[in-house]
């Protein structure tokens, strides 16, 4: 039988992953270096907790191959629903409906359609007052534009019987020809994101122009949120407010990954300095050497050479000039740079 068989769109996963992916690396970070029952310890395990079960889901929803919704020339059947198939002959009409950001087609039925599950008093009220009606398919975990689709539904319902395979089928072509657009789209989005990652690391003027960018895509999202009327600017907006938070988030981990491997190079260098002075009775004139000799990797080989070595003869200086041209010096007692 030929029909349309509706799944679930693996960008949500990848969404919801890359979106708690983040809070839980920082809360596996502060497990491990925060002190066990303070603030920061708690709430890692908070943030480990909450975000991790947001990547489970995201793992299921990659992973959840069951159809969703199945159009054919007999009708429309939707899992959720569990109401069995809604038969054309019974759908009086269709309409697309945006319920805080979520898709929904809300279908129409005539008295011959008998509701299986009785929906409870405040849901019929709820669905009243947003303009939806009992029956309603979530298109929130499908990727379909919900105006297309409720053409189509709108067009089967009004016609014959012997139409309705038609439509399905061309349908279902137009459909195989769309190509790997949610990869596509990701590419793009994760190029904008390291741009923005990299204006915000270049300076002070850098960083609050992506803020003041995502405060106004914020702003535009609000305006928008509520309404049917979804521009192309809501659109562009909300994907730049979720690449401004994510651009935040990376940059948090960035500087704490950037924070303790400087540490330890500087730790490192200090006891190569200290047992240097032990062997020789001095501290060296340079520590080219020393740096060669400690096997760094490129990361830490990059954060060594920005390190600048000053020795008075009696005490020796070690300062690192940061992203921010901000100069540091390592502190030997509490073995980190201030």
Known sequence: MTEIKLYKSSR????????????????????????FGTFDYIMGWISLL??????????????????????????????????????????????????????????????????????YKWTEKLNYLVGAQKLNLNLSQIKID???LSELINKIANSEKNER???????????????NYDYTNFIIYFLILIILVFISLQNFIGFMSVIILMGISALIVKWYSGTNNKSNLYKYARIMTYLGFLNIVVL???????????????????????????????????????????????????????????????????????????????????????
């Open 146 to 148: 919900e105006n297309k």
């Open 252 to 338: 948090f981990l960035f500087f704490k990954i950037y924070d303790s491997t400087s540490n330890k190079v500087g730790l490192k260098i200090s006891n190569e300095i200290e047992t240097y002075k032990s062997n020789f009775g001095k501290y060296p004139n340079e520590i080219n050497s020393i740096r060669e000799k400690l096997n760094l990797n490129v990361f830490q080989d990059y954060i060594a050479n920005k390190i600048e070595y000053k020795n008075s003869g009696n005490e020796y200086k070690l300062e690192l000039e940061t992203f921010n041209n901000n100069q540091k010096e390592f502190d030997n007692e509490l073995k980190e740079w201030n």
């Open 12 to 35: 949500n996963g990848f969404k919801l992953i890359a979106l708690s992916l983040p809070f839980v690396i920082i809360g596996i970070w502060a497990i491990s270096k925060e002190t």
């Open 50 to 119: 909450f975000f991790g079960l947001g990547i489970l889901i995201g793992v299921f929803t990659l992973l959840d191959k069951r159809v969703q919704i199945i159009i054919n020339e007999k009708g429309i059947f939707d899992k959720t629903l569990k109401q069995g198939l809604i038969k054309w002959e019974q759908i009086i009409e269709v309409y697309p409906i945006d319920i805080n950001n979520q898709k929904f087609i809300s279908i129409v039925v005539d008295e011959t359609f008998e509701f299986k599950k009785n929906q």
């Open 165 to 179: 395979l038609n439509f399905i089928r061309k349908f279902s072509s137009d459909k195989k020809l769309e190509t």
